[in-house]
């Protein structure tokens, strides 16, 4: 069995948000680039495989049939602005936004049936942002929760882990489960008081998934150290308690101090620790079964080493960057320790926590 399928089509590359947009066909050039660069497509160990669309039955379990149709129509007109902010769209976004939720959903499926031990999906648009009739922060449709639902129905799992690393707060990812006893998501994110204005630590779930939601905000500025620390006494301990059935990353590389859009100091260092962890996680728990799914990263000059590093990871091949860890001050360290012992408080009702 080949152990990492890398799920891409060029076709993710006909949706245009314009020359002056963080959110790039660029972006997946990259990271292309560097896997065909490095000999990571070309390893044993790797399969490039080509997604297929959505079906309106995987869309239709997280969006409204209403927010689908209006996607179409918007890019049947030639496209244009979906919110008040920053989601743009183009004449062919809508095939390819269903392309990308395919991409996620066509991984578990390879997974789930033992092809692979586990995937990433290099897709685009993002989909962490969008809920179940709007759009957000580039994202149109939610590939992970989508790809989530897939495995909820098609393979009746109840413990799926959702573990969001992009620097921005999965809004749209936390309310489509937020009332779900059978998805864990937790997102380590910046401070979210700007954008997306969710994902502050007393938020922990609602109803039958009240403690099933885990956000641990931090402050602009966090650095290796803070974010591994939180990772290793909070993020950990509960992985290990929950003992998930199957492990979606949703993957965000603007964490990293280089990124023009987020405000944390990551360094490669800790993607690789964070992926080496939750791999470890997988194969006591659920097989090895782990599927990443890309969300956001924007800076193009370090964008395809990173996604190079964690897939490097997942397949057992060699490959190493040079990347030195930022310093943080002083009185972000404390603010982030502060953060920790605040989320620890919090989340001690649902899990131990020490």
Not at 136 to 165: P, Q, T, W, Y
Not at 182 to 208: C, M, Q, R
Not at 291 to 317: C, D, H, P, Q
Request: with cysteine.
């Amino acid at each position: 069995m080949t152990k990492t399928a890398i799920v891409y089509s060029p076709k993710y590359l006909h949706h245009k948000t314009g020359p002056q947009h963080p959110e790039v066909p660029s972006r997946l050039r990259v990271i292309m680039r560097e896997l065909n660069k490095s000999g990571i497509l070309e390893n044993e160990n790797c399969s490039l495989v080509e997604p297929e669309s959505a079906t309106n039955t995987d869309l239709e379990l997280i969006h409204d049939i209403s927010y689908i149709q209006q996607i179409k129509q918007v890019c049947d007109c030639g496209g244009g602005l979906l919110d008040r902010e920053d989601t743009v769209v183009s004449p062919k976004s809508y095939e390819v936004a269903r392309l990308a939720a395919g991409g996620a959903v066509k991984a578990v499926d390879l997974v789930m049936t033992k092809h692979y031990t586990n995937g990433f999906a290099f897709v685009r648009p993002p989909g962490h942002h969008a809920g179940p009739d709007y759009p957000m922060g580039f994202c149109v449709f939610n590939n992970v929760a989508v790809a989530a639902a897939h495995l909820l129905e098609k393979f009746s799992l109840d413990r799926i882990l959702i573990l969001d690393i992009d620097a921005h707060h999965g809004n749209g990812t936390q309310e489509i489960f937020y009332k779900s006893n059978k998805v864990l998501y937790i997102s380590l994110h910046e401070d979210p008081s700007e954008f997306p204005l969710t994902g502050f630590a007393n938020e922990v779930g609602k109803n039958k998934g009240e403690g099933y939601t885990v956000n641990v905000p931090f402050p602009y500025g966090t650095n290796d150290k803070i974010y591994l620390k939180a990772f290793n006494e909070i993020v950990t301990p509960i992985i290990n308690q929950y003992k998930p059935q199957f492990i979606l990353l949703s993957t965000g590389f603007d964490n990293h101090y280089t990124d023009p859009i987020g405000n944390m100091n990551l360094s490669t260092r800790s993607y690789t620790t964070i992926f080496d962890t939750t791999l470890k996680a997988a194969t006591k728990f659920c097989q090895g079964k782990l599927v990443a799914v890309l969300e956001g990263g924007y800076n193009l000059r370090f964008l395809g080493k990173m996604a190079s590093t964690v897939t490097a990871k997942m397949a057992n091949i060699p490959y190493t960057i040079k990347d030195k860890p930022h310093c943080t001050n002083l009185k972000s360290q404390k603010k982030g320790e502060n953060a920790i012992n605040q989320v620890k408080k919090i989340q001690s009702q649902f899990w131990n926590i020490n």
